[in-house]
């Protein structure tokens, strides 16, 4: 009988060690994505600095800036979708500050309301640096005849619009835009299914340590 089963004990054991070695990696990502977060976060509510005069896009990625400066009348709609709102665009406008020229997030609009006319003043926008990494092979072309994109691309963006690479995502604005809604930045976007994947893992072990010993149990009835 003994015989028979050191077989399937060895592989249970097996598979349940390699189950819930998974788990415990995957609780330990979890730690270190939440860890990750946080950081971000603590990026995107610090005191506000000026634009850095060449700002990388990894090292100040999130970074809380302030600037003062005149937001140009030409935009690009970017298509997006607002839970309980619906369709409608994120509008991306030159921004011109302390002799440079910028882009700029000023919010989302819905596809029906009216932008806002261009306005001949000032403003003084907090926000924070971004470059989203929203691009992949299934991303349409724009539409550059209704003006209309369908993902926020930086480097494209800049192009189009004759700016410097660098978005800034508007937060708060000293002057209301009226139908325009500021879109911040957050972290809600940032995938983090550790702890699903964690409890997947220790469930499969769980079942796999059940099967394992029903079927110890089978072959000892078997040999009696």
Not at 54 to 68: C, F, G, H, I, M
Not at 74 to 88: C, E, H, T
Not at 124 to 139: A, K, Q, R, Y
Not at 163 to 185: H, K
Request: aromatic share 8%; net charge negative; glycine share 8%.
């Amino acid at each position: 009988m003994l015989k028979r089963m050191i077989g399937p004990l060895v592989f249970g054991i097996v598979g349940v060690a390699i189950l819930v070695s998974l788990g415990i990696w995957q609780v330990q990502r979890l730690a270190w994505k939440e860890g990750v977060l946080a950081e971000i976060e603590g990026r995107i509510g610090a005191a506000p600095v000026a634009i850095p005069e060449a700002p990388d896009p990894e090292a100040d990625r999130y970074l809380s800036v302030e600037a003062t400066g005149r937001i140009a009348p030409d935009y690009i709609r970017v298509l997006v979708s607002q839970r309980r709102i619906g369709a409608g665009y994120r509008i991306i406008s030159p921004f011109e500050t302390d002799g440079r020229r910028i882009l700029i997030d000023r919010g989302f609009i819905r596809t029906d309301a009216d932008l806002p006319p261009p306005r001949d003043a000032d403003v003084t926008v907090t926000g924070n640096l971004h470059w989203p990494d929203e691009i992949d092979s299934f991303t349409p072309d724009p539409d550059l005849g209704a003006n209309i994109w369908f993902a926020r691309d930086v480097p494209a963006l800049a192009q189009a619009l004759d700016t410097e690479p660098i978005l800034l995502i508007a937060r708060d604005m000293s002057q209301s835009e009226g139908a325009l809604t500021p879109l911040p930045v957050d972290t809600s976007g940032i995938p983090n299914d550790h702890l699903n994947y964690a409890i997947t893992w220790f469930s499969l072990a769980l079942l796999w340590l059940g099967m394992t010993l029903y079927l110890l149990w089978r072959i000892r009835r078997r040999t009696i």
